[in-house]
């Protein structure tokens, strides 16, 4: 062998030892942590199909993943259900926040208690973490999607729907929740800056349940006739507002941009009640999310930000099993 191929093999190799001897695993053999995946709701397929994620990387890594949460989306029920949690010691938290300014509290507690907080799907505070600024940046990653992006992703499905002229409303859950704020954020300014003769109206809060949003549409209907779309910012404000628009007998009249897909939206997409449904991917969400806890409680450093992406799925490509992999299939 030539010195100099003997140099350079020796010197990968000690890069390798090297590299080896820095990022061991900083933990005993077979020690098995405990990862508590907090949904903001249980019964959700969002948050269903996100466990789904979870428990496949929790089986890869030989770890315990802990699911509980509130069947309800409401800050009153997350917290006490927190505050069990935090109970069980579990050595990392993924929650899903249900208000931006209300978790702050109930989840320093589990930060002062040596828990490890990571916030998936939604965030405290402005989710930007590990930043020394404010007093709600110490959740050491935000695992989600970009719902901003979302938010003008459907503003411009809708647009393209109605002519790029009319009147819409946005479907919401409530203010104070981090994803559906910057949806309609998202699909206000995409309007604003792009689509000059289309009038936004007053946006309609549901409380994330799918039979008010279903009367909202009644309503505006009832005094806005020529209501053109809608965007349902989440599962329950779309499939809310599918069942509105049908029980007025508007159905693929009233156009609707669709935020989550559960397995309804096939049926929504194909009948033209949906021109669009914007699926997230919230296994990727809970299986990496469950990744970023494994790699912190081993002594790794985790990114503060992982970005998980959007599947567009309309009545053409639905069919396609590429696409159809994305439904919340739980
Ligand atoms: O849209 C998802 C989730 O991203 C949001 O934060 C709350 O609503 C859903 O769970 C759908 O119901």
Redesign the pocket.
């Known amino acids: 062998m030539e010195r100099r191929q003997f140099l350079t093999m020796l010197g990968a190799g000690a890069a390798v030892a090297g590299t080896g001897a820095l990022t061991l695993p900083a933990r005993a053999e077979n020690k098995k942590y405990t990862i508590a995946l907090v949904?903001?709701?249980t019964t959700?397929?969002?948050?269903i199909t996100m466990h789904r994620g979870a428990q496949a990387a929790a089986d890869a890594l030989g770890q315990d993943l802990l699911f509980q949460g509130a069947s309800e989306?409401n800050v009153t029920l997350q917290v006490p259900v927190l505050e069990a949690v935090i109970a069980r010691k579990p050595d990392a938290i993924l929650i899903?926040p249900t208000d931006k300014v209300q978790l702050v509290e109930p989840l320093k507690k589990a930060f002062d208690a040596g828990i490890a907080v990571f916030c998936v799907?939604?965030f405290i505070g402005n989710g930007v973490f590990q930043t020394g600024a404010g007093d709600a940046d110490f959740p050491l990653s935000y695992i989600?999607?970009d719902?901003i992006l979302g938010g003008r992703i459907a503003a411009r499905a809708l647009a393209k729907s109605i002519g790029d002229k009319g009147k819409v409303y946005v479907s919401n859950?409530k203010p104070g929740?981090?994803?559906?704020d910057q949806r309609e954020e998202g699909f206000k300014a995409e309007i604003k800056e792009n689509h000059p003769n289309i009038e936004v109206l007053e946006t309609q809060f549901n409380d994330?349940d799918a039979n008010k949003a279903a009367a909202q549409v009644q309503a505006v209907f009832g005094r806005t006739p020529d209501l053109a779309g809608i965007f349902g910012?989440?599962?329950?404000?779309a499939t809310g507002s599918a069942n509105g628009v049908k029980q007025a007998g508007q159905a693929g009249k009233i156009k609707i941009a669709a935020?989550?897909a559960p397995e309804s939206v096939v049926q929504e997409l194909k009948d033209g009640t949906f021109e669009i449904a914007i699926a997230?991917h919230?296994a990727e969400i809970g299986y990496f999310g469950t990744v970023a806890a494994f790699a912190h409680l081993t002594g790794n450093s985790v990114p503060t930000a992982i970005g998980t992406g959007f599947t567009v799925m309309t009545k053409d490509n639905i069919d396609d099993p590429n696409v159809k992999r994305f439904l919340y299939t739980g």
Do not use: C, E, H, R
């Open positions: 949904p903001g709701l959700d397929a969002f948050y989306w899903a799907d939604t989600a999607s719902n859950v929740v981090s994803t559906t994330d910012a989440n599962l329950f404000s935020f989550d997230q919230p």
